[in-house]
């Protein structure tokens, strides 16, 4: 699936999906996890169990896109992602054998 940003061209975008991607790479890629594995599967593990606690946003315009982004992107919006985040971080690191 494309999770760039929809072009003039109409297509599926999941703008929810788009936003914890962005935040979980910034979060497991920044200080606060020094030593948390950092491989694509625990990444998209991580995107996965955070996206399936939160609702889809999906849309098929740049304009549909943008006010969703905007409501997404308030900083209660970005509160609750970022706890299902660190929730999911959790979840992966004490997978066994990993």
């Not at 599926?12 to 962005?22: D, F, K, Q």
């Not at 169990?49 to 970005?78: C, G, M, Q």
Request: hydrophobic residues 35%; negative net charge; charged residues 20%.
């Amino acid at each position: 699936m494309n999770t760039s940003p929809v072009t003039e061209e109409a297509q599926l975008l999941n703008v929810t999906e788009e936003i914890v991607r962005g935040l979980v790479s910034f979060t497991i890629h920044g200080p606060d996890y020094p030593t948390f594995c950092r491989c694509q599967k625990c990444e998209l593990d991580i995107c996965a169990i955070t996206l399936n606690h939160l609702d889809n946003h999906f849309v098929t315009t740049k304009e549909e896109r943008e006010k969703v982004y905007a409501i997404l992107k308030t900083p209660d919006s970005i509160e609750q992602i970022n706890r299902q985040i660190i929730h999911a971080i959790h979840i992966v690191s004490h997978k066994s054998g990993h």
